[in-house]
């Protein structure tokens, strides 16, 4: 407090110096003439009003360094990267230090969290001098979080086993949790010898001062068309940990491409920022997704949503002779197809085909002798590089003893550029 003291005294010498500019004090008089009448008078100091806002700054300021400041968690630095490892340093977060056993003797402990508006990050170790087993390394796992006004999902983690195979350090990511709650009951599966497994939980308590607030919210209002539907951008979110934006997505072929939203790019100051995943769950009123990106830098001088890739869809009606098999690819809007053999077996014909990643075909069929036969089912599909280029690699069966004359295709599902922008800061 003798700091506190000091300080004070030196600001009110400060404002002692001070005079208020004669048309000021003119205009704030004149404000106070107009005023209603109030039961209760009170004269004005706007040298008061001054000294309470400074106390006001200077209070809130402590109790943020206070609210925000813990320690930093040992032992996780080859786990957490980044963002996170970054915070860990300043010791933003909470230490939990709360044990329980499993069932084969393994101890759990749950070493701390972080948390903000986007996101509950837990810390755990699990610890036996005898070894870990494998069913519990790798079956156990943290699942939700429950609490007031709480039940949050686990939505990501990693973990990492130490070469004497007897401790492992990890970490998971939670929905965020109620600013209300003051303990949380942290739910986790455990393997037993007898090949069940049994949810339990560890109770844990939870300091809502020390969750770090928003940094950046703001209200999106912002819906793009595509090939097969739209696009709805709802809110962005940035707190420490990250950045979330959410939306719902209304797109007849979403789900025929892996990874839609990887497309979807956050530039700040014009430079991308990482993106660390995406979810979406269907609802009453479409589908609902989000995408989570690091977090934004500290100077942040414009920002901007990019639809770089979405998935689109392209009719081709493509009628491609099997009568000779050439090397060459067939390319239509700028992907390219590789048909590698045609065969014929004693369940059916077999067309073995290679595309660019991103393609999905659609409506294929085969053609012999004015007899359309549709595509009966795929197999072995597989990765691999060609031409310095990934392509999916995949055989069609068809329900046919006769070798085909014609591979028909109607269309194709794929990552379409569309290079659509939403400017939020500029």
């Known amino acids: 407090m003798d700091n506190l003291e000091k300080r004070l005294a030196e600001e009110k010498k400060l404002i002692d110096s ?17 005023t209603p009448e109030k039961t209760k008078r009170y004269a004005f100091s706007w040298k008061t009003a001054v000294i309470a806002l400074f106390l006001i700054i200077l209070m809130g300021s402590q109790y943020n360094a206070v609210a925000f400041y813990g320690k930093k968690l040992l032992g996780f630095d080859e786990v957490i990267n980044g963002t996170l490892k970054e915070l860990n340093e300043k010791g933003m977060g909470q230490i939990v230090e709360k044990r329980t056993e499993l069932e084969d003797g393994t101890e759990l402990m749950i070493n701390g969290l972080i948390s903000d508006s986007n996101q509950l990050v837990v810390y755990y170790t699990l610890y036996n001098p005898k070894g870990i087993r494998t069913s519990t390394s790798e ?18 983690g990693t973990s990492l086993l130490n070469d004497e195979h007897t401790e492992i350090k990890g970490m998971m990511s939670f929905e965020p949790v109620s600013p209300f709650a003051k303990k949380l009951n942290l739910y986790f599966w455990q ?93 009453l009123r479409g589908r609902k997704f989000d995408i989570r990106y690091n977090a934004l830098p500290k100077q942040l001088d414009s920002l901007e949503i990019v639809i770089k890739e979405f998935v689109g869809y392209q009719k081709l009606e493509e009628k491609i002779s099997l009568s000779s098999i050439t ?100």
């Open 139 to 156: 079956s156990f796992r943290l699942s939700r979080i429950s609490g007031f006004l709480t039940n949050s999902n686990a939505e990501a």
């Open 191 to 283: 393997p037993h010898q007898n090949g069940q497994m049994t949810e339990e939980s560890i109770e844990i308590p939870y300091n809502p001062n020390k969750a770090m607030a928003a940094e950046f919210k703001q209200s999106l209002k912002m819906t793009f068309k595509v090939d097969k539907g739209t696009i709805s951008f709802h809110s962005i979110t940035a707190s420490p940990t990250m950045t979330m934006i959410k939306g719902t997505v209304n797109v007849e072929n979403f789900d025929r491409i892996d990874s839609s939203f990887g497309g979807i790019e956050l530039l700040a100051n014009g430079k991308p920022i990482e993106i660390m995943g995406s979810s979406n769950t269907s609802s």
């Open 327 to 426: 090397n060459g690819p067939i390319t239509n809007e700028g992907k390219e197809l590789w048909i590698k053999k045609v065969s014929t077996i004693p369940q059916g014909v077999e067309i073995t085909i290679a595309t660019d990643g991103d393609v999905m075909l659609d409506g294929v069929s085969i053609q012999s002798q004015e007899e359309v036969i549709p595509i009966k089912t795929t197999v072995n599909q597989t990765y691999t590089k060609q031409e310095g280029r990934e392509v999916k690699e995949r055989t069609m069966q068809f329900d046919s003893t006769t070798k085909p004359e014609y591979l028909l295709i109607e269309g194709m599902h794929y990552m379409k550029v569309y290079n659509k922008k939403i400017k939020i800061v500029d």
């Open 18 to 34: 001070i005079q208020a500019p004669s048309e000021l004090d003119a205009r704030l008089r004149t404000a106070l003439h107009n």
